[in-house]
């Protein structure tokens, strides 16, 4: 089984505050986790990564966090600012005998409020 | 810069009526990926190619093909479209399949495909 779950469809958080995505993940195969970033009418960017040997990759307000025994990451964007209202998606990357295989969560919809 | 092109952004089709969508890029990726995306689902990949090595998905349905004809051009035909088929249509390049941590996906804007 090769799931990647985000439970929560949208989450709204106060300009300043903290916000967190969670994802999480059913093979424990799974190697790589990339967070997308996508604003309406455009395609999915690049956000953060961490790899399964890390449990935390920071990037400015940016940081991921990995719990391999819970099969549990979480996005934490610190101070929050309108600007990243966005639908944000965990995608985790998984090796298959014939090719590499990446799998997409659903997305969390965030809207930060003024 | 744009670095993943999809046309058009919108297209309407009828019912059975074959329909072509196109995909390119400037980025001189090797692997080219399309994906289909319904409201509120994850992004799901129904074929990607290695340079001119074509790879399908197990579940994609066989009323969906593709073309490489080129390193920056790729088409995805959909032979006769039904209902079920109205989604967004990403077009996404890597470098490598390896899909590392510095070998992300690059995305275009997407195609909405209606079909009525």
């Known amino acids: 089984d090769q799931q990647v779950k985000q439970n929560s469809p949208s989450l709204s958080v106060q300009e300043g505050r903290i916000s967190i995505l969670n994802c999480d993940y059913t093979?424990?195969?799974?190697?790589?986790f990339l967070w997308y970033k996508k604003y309406p009418a455009e395609g999915p960017t690049f956000l953060i990564s961490?790899?399964?040997?890390?449990d935390k990759n920071e990037d400015g307000r940016f940081t991921v966090f990995l719990n391999k025994s819970a099969k549990h990451l979480s996005l934490h964007i610190v101070p929050s600012q309108p600007g990243d209202s966005a639908v944000y998606f965990c995608r985790g990357y998984i090796k298959k005998t014939s090719y590499d295989k990446v799998i997409f969560g659903p997305g969390t919809s965030l809207s930060v409020i003024p | 810069d744009a670095m993943v092109i999809q046309n058009p952004r919108y297209q309407v089709t009828q019912f059975g009526k074959p329909v072509t969508l196109s995909c390119s890029q400037t980025l001189n990726h090797n692997v080219m990926y399309w994906y289909q995306q319904k409201s509120s689902q994850a992004p799901k990949l129904l074929f990607h190619?290695?340079?001119?090595?074509?790879?399908n998905e197990a579940d994609t349905p066989d009323n969906f093909q593709s073309r490489r004809p080129n390193t920056s051009f790729c088409f995805l035909d959909i032979r006769s479209p039904g209902l079920g088929d109205a989604a967004m249509y990403l077009c996404?390049?890597?470098?490598?399949?390896?899909?590392?941590?510095?070998?992300?996906?690059?995305f275009g804007p997407g195609t909405r495909l209606t079909v009525t």
């Open positions: 190619y290695y340079d001119k090595d074509f790879n």
């Open positions: 996404a390049t890597s470098r490598d399949l390896s899909a590392g941590i510095n070998d992300e996906q690059y």
């Open positions: 961490i790899s399964s040997i890390k």
């Open positions: 093979n424990s195969m799974f190697d790589y």
